[in-house]
């Protein structure tokens, strides 16, 4: 693709929401080619492309590489209102809208993420919630009382899925100590090791 070559020129944010608008605006691309797309516009996304291939979420079921858009696009809603709620979002988690390096606040940027995550894209692949992720076996016991709450059959949570799942697809190097996390850093870790050892 030949977008993949350019540089960023354009202020980040502006790219962030022309990524978001295409994406949302092609529902008919396939997963692979809006995930190129999203993290090709701007390389500081190829970081979020590389750690989502080393993360659970690398994949769907039946093994298609999963897209930026299956989780970040709300299936309900036109690209324009995802353009206000992105810029809303996002404008602050930037630190640099203009200049280069261009540097990116993830630790900022995961708030305003977490909120605006759809649980109706999580939940179209998590149909069962009293089911683990394999949909295999029955959820652990924290996990079905977590939901219970979410479902409002016993308390109640007031999180989205994204504000109690943290780190299902991307992971800073700054959440990378944390136990719950140890796994998917390993990955990464190996990875990382492998481009670095050629
Ligand atoms: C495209 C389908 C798809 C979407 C969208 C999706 N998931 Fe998943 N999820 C999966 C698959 C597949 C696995 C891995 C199952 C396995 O272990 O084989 C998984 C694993 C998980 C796990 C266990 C592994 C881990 O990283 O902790 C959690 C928790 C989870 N998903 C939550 C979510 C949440 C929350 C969202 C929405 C932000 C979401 N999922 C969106 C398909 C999806
Ligand atoms: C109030 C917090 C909370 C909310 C909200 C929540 N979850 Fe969970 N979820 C948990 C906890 C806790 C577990 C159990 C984790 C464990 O056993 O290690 C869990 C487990 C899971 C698992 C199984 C993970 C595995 O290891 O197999 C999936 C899948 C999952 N949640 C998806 C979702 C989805 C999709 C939503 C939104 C519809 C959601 N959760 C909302 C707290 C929450
Ligand atoms: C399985 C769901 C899922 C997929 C697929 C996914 N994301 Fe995310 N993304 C999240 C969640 C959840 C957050 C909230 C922060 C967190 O907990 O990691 C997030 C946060 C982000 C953030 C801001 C926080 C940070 O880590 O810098 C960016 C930027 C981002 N995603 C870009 C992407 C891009 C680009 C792709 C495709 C290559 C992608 N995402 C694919 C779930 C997903």
């Given at each position: 693709m030949a977008e993949q070559k350019k540089t960023c020129g354009l202020p980040i944010l502006l790219a962030g929401i022309l990524a978001v608008l295409i994406c949302g605006a092609y529902p008919l691309m396939s997963a692979t080619s809006s995930m190129s797309f999203c993290s090709s516009v701007?390389?500081?996304m190829g970081v979020h492309r590389e750690e989502l291939r080393s993360s659970?979420?690398?994949?769907d079921k039946d093994g298609k590489e999963t897209g930026c858009?299956?989780?970040?696009?709300?299936?309900?809603?036109?690209p324009r209102y995802m353009a206000v709620k992105i810029y809303s979002g996002i404008k602050d988690g930037f630190?640099?809208?203009?200049?280069?390096?261009v540097n990116l606040d993830r630790a900022a940027l995961q708030i305003s993420a977490r909120r605006f995550i759809d649980d109706d894209n999580c939940r179209g692949c998590h149909?069962?919630?009293?089911?683990?992720a394999k949909g295999e076996k029955e959820i652990s016991d924290i996990g079905g009382i977590s939901h219970d709450a979410y479902l409002g059959k016993n308390g109640q949570a007031k999180s989205n899925c994204a504000g109690c799942h943290a780190n299902i697809a991307h992971l800073p190097e700054f959440d990378r100590r944390l136990e719950v996390n140890r796994d998917f850093a390993e990955r990464i870790r190996n990875k990382e090791a492998l481009r670095n050892a050629k």
């Open positions: 701007c390389h500081e659970a979420h690398a994949r858009a299956q989780c970040h696009i709300p299936s309900g809603f036109g630190v640099h809208l203009t200049g280069s390096p149909a069962d919630l009293h089911r683990d």
